[in-house]
């Protein structure tokens, strides 16, 4: 039977990312059969990952978006088989409370949500399952307008009856932001943080990773940098990186984390 999820707060860890989508911006189509998102979520799991989020539904730029119904369609065959084989702790990167709480019924620990705001339905399945909740923010602003709206939805879910040990805060790299945005989010990581909450980053081959080294790269060229932005954000005090390259993550993240002791 899966325990109540709790976010860590005191340390740093990765989250490595399964899509099974014909068209997220990096790997989509990569992993849509079964048998392929199955073997790449062991490889994630052996990688080094504390956490598998796996997406049905892609958010990139200009995306179209898809129904519960075919989001389900995607996801649970996966999640049933690899409830039995994954040990760390699935995500769920779904906005739909229907498509989470048949996520959760299945053994999955989190949602990670990209809606932009506490929904009440979704807080009700989350305080049902007692699982984790990643709230995102969507939309453009400033690290200080960011952290606001943030703050407001952490108040939102508590007074839902989340516990706050189940909430996690994503300032949202790359989502409705502009690039010089998301540059000053990553660079105001420290300033983001929330009283005895968890902070997830996710710049793993974003454009602000393009933007930043100077524009031409493709996103599965963008490795070193995905690192060094991520190894900033850690410096910053983020306790979750979202990223692709998951045994680069592990390893960028333990030598930081042991430089600094």
């Known amino acids: ?21 014909p068209d997220s911006f990096s790997d989509g189509g990569d992993y849509m ?10 490889e994630i799991q052996a990688e080094g990952a504390d956490i598998l989020d796996v997406g049905a539904q892609s958010t990139r730029p200009r995306h179209v978006r898809i ?8 996801l649970l065959p996966v999640l049933e088989a690899l ?3 994954i040990c760390v702790p699935i995500s769920i990167d779904t906005f739909y409370p229907e498509v989470a709480k048949a996520a959760l019924e299945r053994g999955a620990a989190i949602i990670n949500d990209v809606s932009g705001r506490a929904d009440a339905e979704m807080a009700k399945v989350i305080r049902m399952h007692d699982a ?18 943030l703050a407001s939805m952490v108040s939102e879910a508590l007074a839902a009856g989340l516990r706050r040990e189940r909430l996690c805060v994503d300032p949202g790299i790359g989502f409705g932001k502009s690039r010089g945005e998301d540059l000053a989010l990553l660079r105001g990581v420290t300033r983001l943080r929330l009283e005895g909450l968890a902070l997830l980053i996710g710049a793993s081959r974003k454009r602000v990773v393009d933007f930043a080294a100077g524009g031409g790269t493709a996103p599965g060229e963008r490795l070193a940098g995905t690192i060094a932005a991520h190894t900033a954000a850690q410096l910053g005090g983020a306790n979750i990186l979202r990223a692709h390259d998951v045994k680069e993550a592990v390893q960028a993240m333990r030598v930081t984390h042991n430089i600094l002791g």
């Open 1 to 21: 039977m899966r325990l109540p999820y709790s976010f860590p707060i005191n340390t740093t860890q990765i989250m490595g990312i399964l899509n099974l989508t």
């Open 33 to 42: 059969n079964p048998g392929a998102a199955l073997r790449r979520a062991l």
């Open 67 to 74: 129904s519960a119904e075919e989001e389900m369609r995607r």
């Open 83 to 85: 409830r039995s084989v």
């Open 132 to 149: 984790g909740w990643i709230l995102t923010h969507n939309g453009p602003g400033s690290p200080e307008k960011v952290k606001a709206a």
